[in-house]
């Protein structure tokens, strides 16, 4: 059974940072990449960034420059370091594994900015 579980979330000023982490357990075939999305109230769902499993990464327009995803492969983990965080930032982040079959998707962490 694959499971995703998000952690990292919390309150944080505008300017400020946060790593989210994004750890996976189980066995998903032909893992394409990991990816991390975010959907704010009333808003649709936006893809953040993206990471392959050949490290190819790829980001949305609002968060480049910013946030930068990256992976331990020993430790299962995908992280999403977000620098210089703005308050249309806040959100429920979740991760998403890309298999060949079918996605994977986590619970979730929310992250609130206060101006």
Do not use: H
Request: glycine share 12%; hydrophobic share 35%.
């Amino acid at each position: 059974q694959v499971q995703l579980v998000e952690s990292g979330g919390g309150l944080v000023q505008a300017g400020g940072s946060l790593r989210l982490s994004c750890t996976v357990s189980g066995i998903i075939l032909r893992l394409n990449a990991m990816v991390w999305y975010r959907q704010a109230p009333g808003k649709q769902r936006e893809l953040v960034a993206t990471i392959t499993t050949g490290g190819t990464t790829n980001y949305g327009d609002s968060v480049k420059g910013r946030f930068t995803i990256s992976r331990d492969n020993a430790k299962n983990t995908v992280f999403l370091r977000m620098n210089s965080l703005k308050p249309e930032d806040a959100a429920d982040y979740y991760c998403s594994a890309r298999g060949s079959l079918r996605d994977y998707w986590g619970q979730g962490t929310q992250v609130t900015v206060s101006s």
